[in-house]
């Protein structure tokens, strides 16, 4: 596996139940923002061990792409955890955005 994806794998980690982060957020703290794209792709072949469902995109929107039911299932995990979407699949960032950038950062690097 990719250092770098153990990299993005480590910080999605420390994301916590019930919080969610987006995207840019993770690439934001690799230090390289532009890599949005590539967090994206790591999550769609994570191990079963991270939580990728706590990762969404910078607008809070859910991913039609979990298995076996696309959005629903993606709402369905979060719904587990205390996190509420709505209607339009969308998570409000500002109750439920994890915050725990600078932690993370320094314990990941």
Not at 31 to 42: D, M
Not at 45 to 62: I, T, Y
Not at 76 to 102: A, K, T
Request: aromatic share 6%; hydrophobic share 35%; with cysteine.
């Amino acid at each position: 596996m990719s250092p770098l994806y153990e990299r993005i794998y480590a910080i999605v980690r420390k994301i916590p139940s019930g919080k969610v982060a987006t995207y840019g957020q993770i690439a934001r703290i690799l230090g390289n923002p532009r890599l949005s794209r590539i967090v994206g792709c790591a999550m769609h072949v994570a191990p079963n061990d991270v939580p990728c469902h706590r990762v969404l995109n910078r607008e809070g929107r859910l991913c039609d792409a979990f298995e076996p039911l696309g959005a629903q299932t993606h709402r369905l995990l979060l719904s587990m955890e205390g996190v509420e979407c709505g209607e339009n699949n969308r998570v409000d960032l500002s109750i439920y955005g994890w915050s725990g950038e600078i932690k993370a950062q320094r314990d990941c690097q």
